[in-house]
């Protein structure tokens, strides 16, 4: 079956550490997203990217980076400029072009702080 | 800018009664509108969509129509079940140069009791 696959599905990170997180789709997807999800709280931009080794800042990019080097793949880094970062983190893709194209999201990391 | 207001929960029902989740945007330009569903511990499902006015989406017994004149698209569905508990999130998507961007409302939380 077609999918995203997130990895780690718990994630724990010591101060001053970088983590990062598995996004892979088979769904043969342009575009890939990664969210920020608080509680109580909607989901809020990291980083998305449009075509592979091209990437653009979300609404709350400072402390995260990511790589593109496959059109399947697009990990995340949390990095220790990163202060906050207890969350939970959602990938997701969808067909880049066209309106009303949905986005499908994978089943999230939980990333917590030792 | 885009944004998207959802009614706050938790709202609790008994089985069998009927649901009703309000959602109200603002947008530049047309939107797509969609409702996902967040299952504890889970990523989001695309649940139904729309994309343009008078748009009905339907999934599962859950419809909501697009209403343009009110900006509106709300979620309803005729007899709710425990298994219907779930949060729920409204979202709009508009094709910029940028790509396809969600923008969330921030989630209203179902309970549903025998």
């Known amino acids: 079956d077609g999918g995203i696959t997130q990895s780690p599905k718990y994630l724990f990170r010591k101060e001053g550490q970088n983590v990062t997180l598995s996004c892979e789709q088979n769904?043969?997807?342009?575009?890939m997203y990664w969210y920020r999800q608080d509680p109580g709280q909607g989901l809020r931009l990291i980083y998305y990217s449009q075509i592979v080794n091209d990437f653009q800042k979300g609404d709350i990019a400072e402390g995260y980076s990511v790589s593109r080097e496959k059109k399947e793949s697009f990990p995340l880094t949390v990095t220790s400029a990163q202060k906050n970062p207890t969350a939970f983190y959602l990938c997701?893709?969808?067909?880049?072009?066209?309106?009303?194209?949905?986005?499908?999201f994978g089943d999230g990391t939980r990333l917590s702080i030792l | 800018g885009n944004s998207v207001t959802q009614m706050e929960g938790p709202v609790t029902l008994s089985e069998e009664a009927f649901l009703t989740i309000n959602c109200t945007y603002t947008?530049?330009?047309?939107?797509?509108l969609f409702w996902y569903v967040q299952y504890p511990g889970e990523g989001l499902q695309l649940l139904l969509k729309?994309?343009?006015?008078?748009d009905k989406g339907s999934n599962k017994g859950f419809e909501a129509t697009y209403r343009k004149e009110t900006t509106s698209f709300h979620l309803e569905k005729g007899s709710v079940q425990v298994s219907d508990s779930a949060v729920y999130f409204c979202?709009?998507?508009?094709?910029?140069?940028?790509?396809?961007?969600?923008?969330f409302g921030t989630g209203t939380q179902l309970k549903v009791e025998l």
């Open positions: 947008a530049t330009g047309y939107p797509s």
């Open positions: 769904l043969n997807h342009d575009a």
């Open positions: 979202a709009l998507l508009i094709l910029t140069g940028g790509g396809n961007k969600l923008t």
């Open positions: 997701a893709s969808s067909r880049d072009r066209g309106q009303g194209q949905p986005q499908h």
């Open positions: 729309a994309t343009k006015a008078d």
